[in-house]
């Protein structure tokens, strides 16, 4: 048989294994991208490399997702950030939903990503194609690029693009779900508000620091009052208070800390290998730097608001609920003193809490 022909029939059947494999097992979504990238290469050596990236129209940079082939290496390293040059290549031309023709490289091309390519890796011509996807509203939002590298200068032939465009849809469907899917497992683990984690998410983070022998320290941040900011300046005000309230912790926290919102107007905070006389410290400093705060509502209007904050050592293998227990009893003394303080729990008391 002839090479050539051979050549397209390989490409075909392992289009049609992948696609298979698509359809049974369709919970796998970055390994069914890989599978058609390695499918296409496995199948045909010409081809040196596949690789795909998929998102919003409007990033900033293309780097390749998944890619396989012998010139993976080129992939890895490969940036493509939007400027007045880049605009004018085929990644950022098919990001636009363009169709373009396979186009040759070689180690004279004039732009450096190819001349590396062509003298690394042998690559002579390169086939670029839009994938379309869709985003909450149905409409195109997504896209994304499937891009195949081969040696011969002339190996995407007419019947060899025509097959990768059949399957080109399919891909595009696999990549919108896994976007969709990523966007749904982040939205159920961040509060909409704020943009912190919420308390899903601090179950999960936290884990991590649940190793028995370590000292951290856990405070609970309550807004004084909230429901009066509510029923004076209107709810939209209160959510102001509530977003400004979690920049002024989130620009407090270090490291291997874990912050949250846990509904409302209160915060969790844990602090990583933390002995108590330093989280007091730190949490008086958040209660000053909270109160000293002018909280823009809009329109010039400005108001000060004012936090009570509970403490609690957390040293697993105690449970950490306990510890949260603890710092929420610690909290309520806060209020129960006049708010505006710092407290721990009766069962934590220290010389010299501050509050």
Not at 77 to 92: D, S
Not at 154 to 176: H, K, N, Q
Not at 241 to 264: E, H, N, P, Y
Not at 313 to 338: C, S
């Amino acid at each position: 048989m002839n090479p050539e022909r051979d050549w397209t029939l390989r490409l075909a059947h392992a289009l049609i294994r992948a696609s298979t494999y698509s359809l049974q097992r369709p919970a796998e979504r970055q390994d069914v991208v890989r599978r058609f990238c390695e499918a296409v290469v496995d199948a045909v050596p010409p081809v040196c490399l596949a690789w795909t990236w998929f998102g919003a129209t409007d990033t900033r940079e293309i780097v390749p997702q998944v890619c396989a082939g012998r010139a993976t290496a080129y992939a890895q390293g490969l940036v493509i950030r939007r400027n007045l040059l880049t605009a004018l290549g085929p990644a950022m031309r098919v990001l636009r939903g363009e169709r373009l023709k396979p186009f040759r490289i070689s180690a004279a091309s004039p732009y450096g990503p190819w001349r590396d390519a062509a003298r690394r890796y042998g690559v002579r011509s390169v086939l670029v194609m839009p994938l379309q996807g869709q985003g909450e509203d149905r409409e195109p939002t997504l896209a994304g690029i499937f891009a195949l590298y081969a040696e011969h200068p002339d190996f995407f032939s007419d019947e060899r693009v025509a097959l990768l465009e059949a399957i080109a849809p399919m891909l595009g469907s696999v990549l919108t779900r896994a976007a969709m899917e990523d966007r749904l497992r982040r939205q159920a683990h961040t509060d909409p508000l704020t943009g912190l984690g919420n308390r899903a998410a601090f179950a999960h983070q936290v884990s991590a620091l649940n190793e028995t022998g370590r000292r951290h320290a856990v405070m609970m941040v309550d807004l004084d009052r909230f429901k009066r900011i509510n029923d004076v300046h209107g709810h939209a005000a209160g959510d102001a208070v509530i977003r400004q309230t979690a920049d002024l912790l989130s620009a407090a926290v270090r490291a291997g800390d874990v912050l949250a919102r846990f509904g409302g107007e209160e915060f969790v905070l844990v602090l990583r290998d933390s002995p108590m006389d330093a989280a007091l410290l730190r949490a008086e400093a958040l209660r000053a730097c909270i109160a000293e705060h002018p909280f823009a509502l809009g329109q010039g209007e400005v108001i000060q608001v004012t936090s009570s904050i509970g403490c609690a050592p957390w040293t697993p293998p105690q449970a950490l609920e306990a510890a949260l227990a603890q710092a929420d009893a610690g909290l309520y003394r806060a209020k129960d003193g006049g708010r505006n303080a710092v407290q721990v729990s009766l069962n934590d008391c220290l010389p010299g809490v501050l509050g």
